[in-house]
């Protein structure tokens, strides 16, 4: 029987108590970057999980390319349900398992799988709380090298995996322009640290608040803030009906969005695109 779970973030100690159980799968959802703003690139971290080491039994998350739609026009665009099931079925999940997913980060890209998992209408996923840093600071195992498959696991990925219908849970240019206008109000949440922007850069989402992501960890351990602290991070938008997180990418915005559902917020979207879809048509949003 698959572990349960109770809130959206484990323990790493929720982890290695529950790590082998039937049915736990442990994702490794980290990409790397270079540069910011426009110029940021991004790389599969696939050669780090295998040569410095990952979580024991932890299988790689391709999220550039199999958990997002690479021939789309902006990078991370969310997969469709068929690419999402195919996906997450080659990694050995099922219907009944439960999906612990972290990185080797600031935890961005691991709330960003979360956030696709539940979209698709999957409950029993969590996010491992100061990921893969904490994990290994606290000396807990690690395993290195590429995982290869046991005869049981062999049959992982043809057992039935079926995604849910698509929750709306993400948010389109569309609906942020009705936000900025005012014609259906909603806060304008920007998880990006400035640093991740550049320093030269377009004009943002008019009548943004900036909510960093980086602002929401504890800068010692790499774990979620909790209760008040939480709560003050978002005072200016946590009463609202409605709120818009963006970021550059669509992946720091995860973050928010994870934060804000600890919180107990259940109308939060992600600007999947976010900056890069909104730049890419920067006349007219400075026109509208």
């Not at 960890?217 to 200016?236: E, H, I, V």
Request: hydrophobic share 45%.
């Amino acid at each position: 029987m698959a572990p349960v779970l109770t809130s959206p973030l484990v323990s790493t100690q929720w982890l290695a108590d529950h790590l082998g159980a039937d049915e736990l799968i442990v994702l490794d959802a980290s990409v790397h970057t270079d540069g910011a703003g426009r110029g940021t690139t991004w790389h599969s971290a696939r050669d780090a999980h295998e040569q410095r080491g990952h979580v024991p039994g932890a299988r790689y998350a391709d999220l550039i390319r199999a958990f997002s739609t690479p021939d789309a026009d902006l990078p991370f665009t969310r997969p469709d349900a068929d690419r999402f099931e195919a996906a997450a079925a080659a990694l050995g999940v099922t219907d009944t398992a439960t999906v612990v997913v972290y990185d080797d980060g600031s935890g961005e890209w691991s709330a960003r799988l979360w956030w696709i998992f539940r979209s698709f209408g999957f409950d029993a996923v969590a996010v491992l709380d100061g990921g893969f840093a904490k994990w290994r600071d606290e000396g807990r195992p690690v395993r290195v090298g590429a995982l290869h498959a046991s005869p049981e696991d062999s049959a992982l990925p043809h057992r039935a995996f079926l995604a849910g219908q698509e929750r709306p849970l993400w948010a389109d240019r569309d609906r942020v322009l009705r936000a900025v206008s005012g014609d259906e109000p909603a806060s304008l949440v920007l998880a990006a640290p400035a640093s991740a922007l550049g320093d030269d850069h377009p004009p943002l989402v008019p009548g943004s608040t900036s909510v960093a992501a980086d602002s929401l960890l504890d800068p010692d351990t790499g774990t979620y803030l909790r209760g008040s602290a939480l709560a003050r991070a978002f005072a200016d938008v946590i009463g609202d009906d409605e709120i818009v997180t963006y970021c550059g990418v669509g992946s720091a915005a995860c973050v928010d969005a994870l934060a804000l559902t600890v919180l107990g917020h259940d109308r939060v979207r992600v600007y999947d695109g976010s900056l890069a879809d909104w730049w890419r048509h920067e006349p007219e949003a400075l026109a509208s």
